[in-house]
Structures are given as structure tokens and as C-alpha cells.
């Protein structure tokens, strides 16, 4: 099942968590709704900044490219999107920027997956991959929010979506990002029976 919005409203969002709810009902995995619909909403926040992002540093005559510029962009970039959120979700449809979620059922997975259409830099890059490894690494959550770079914004839920991942045995090794010249996307496999999958990786470590 794929879906693509150019629109992102209130309502659409809640259309595609109700198709992921649909889904795992189907899977027999209700346990999970809420945690994966959460999931869902972080990464299409993340998606719909990302395609901001691109408006904003064009209208600012910033290349988002170079070092200096997307510095002096994400200055005010923060403030400006909050403010103006309507304003940009009204504009992606005119530039061409989307936002795609997937979901696909394979042998014994599911894998969610939510794209913009745009590249990723080196910063986001960088920062992504921050997040998902300080996430997989510490036990405190709360010394890994006081890291958190408030220019870039919250930041918040890929180091949420991983601690919360971790908690049914889903290593980062299951968090995929995929970036390419016209879109970037974030894709995480999930055994299709998490509950049992969770009891499985609870003795696993218990044993280790």
C-alpha cells in the first residue's frame, strides 16, 4: 500500500494512521497500533520539515548545500517554519514535494516506510544517524535530550521511535535511511508477530 500527499492536513494524517491501524488489526498485531501509529506521525513531522526546509532556504536564496549557508538558514529557520506551517503546507503541491508512506507485508515483516521528495544533506545526514546511535547506545534517555541541538529543531522523535523500538528487541539495524537525488526516505522492518518477537529478544538477552 502506498499513499502520496502533497497536502498534509490533520485529517490526511490521521487517514494514513487509521490504513497502518487497519493493517496490523488485520496482522493480529493490535498491541502495537498506538506505539507504530506513533512512529508514523515522528516520521511524517520529520517529512513534512524536511520539504519546509527546502521552501524556506529557496525563498532565503540559501543553498542548503553549503556549509555556511544552511547555517545561516537554520538561524531562523525553526521559528519562521512554526509560525508559518499552513503557509508551507499550502506550497509543496506548486513545488513539487510530496510525502509518501508505504507499507509492505514481505515473508515474515512489515516495513513502514515515509519519504519526502527531496535529498538529503550531509548535515541531516550526519544528524540522523547522531540521533539513532545515541539512542542505541544509552540507557539514560534523559542524558541524551540534554544533547539535543534546539536549532534543528525537536529532534526528539527518532531518538523516541529508537528507545521505544528497542523495547520490543528492534535493533537500529532495522531503522533504514535511503537517500537519494530526489527523495530521502526513512524505512523500519518489523517482525510481523512483535509480541512474540519481543518475548524471543527478552530471553535472548536475559541469556547473553
Not at 515483516?109 to 521528495?117: D, G, I, M, T
Not at 528487541?169 to 530521502?184: F, K, P, R, V
Request: aromatic share 10%.
Amino acid at each position: 500500500i502506498s499513499v502520496t500527499v502533497y497536502h498534509l492536513t490533520p485529517e490526511m494524517k490521521h487517514y494514513l494512521q487509521k490504513i497502518v491501524a487497519t493493517v496490523l488489526h488485520q496482522m493480529k498485531q493490535d498491541s502495537i497500533i498506538d506505539y507504530i501509529a506513533y512512529c508514523l506521525s515522528e516520521l511524517i513531522d520529520n517529512s513534512q520539515r524536511a520539504n519546509a526546509k527546502r521552501i524556506y532556504f529557496h525563498e532565503q536564496n540559501l543553498d542548503i548545500f553549503n556549509p555556511q549557508d544552511y547555517h545561516n538558514g537554520m538561524e531562523t529557520f525553526k521559528t519562521d517554519f512554526i509560525a508559518n506551517q499552513n503557509l508551507y503546507q499550502s506550497c509543496q503541491e506548486e513545488r513539487g514535494l510530496s510525502i509518501t508512506m508505504t507499507l509492505l507485508v514481505k515473508d515474515e515483516f512489515l516495513y513502514l516506510e515515509v519519504a519526502n521528495s527531496t535529498k538529503l544533506t550531509v548535515f541531516e545526514y550526519k544528524r540522523i544517524h547522531d540521533r539513532i546511535a545515541r539512542a542505541q547506545e544509552s540507557q539514560n534517555p534523559a542524558q541524551i535530550f540534554s544533547h539535543i541541538n534546539e536549532q534543528e529543531g525537536a529532534g526528539l522523535g527518532l531518538i523516541s521511535i529508537t528507545l521505544m523500538l528497542q523495547k520490543f528487541g528492534i535493533s537500529e539495524d532495522n531503522i533504514q535511511i535511503i537517500s537519494q537525488e530526489d527523495s530521502t526516505a526513512i524505512k523500519i522492518k518489523l517482525p510481523k508477530n512483535m509480541d512474540e518477537y519481543q518475548y524471543i529478544s527478552a530471553i535472548s538477552k536475559e541469556i547473553a
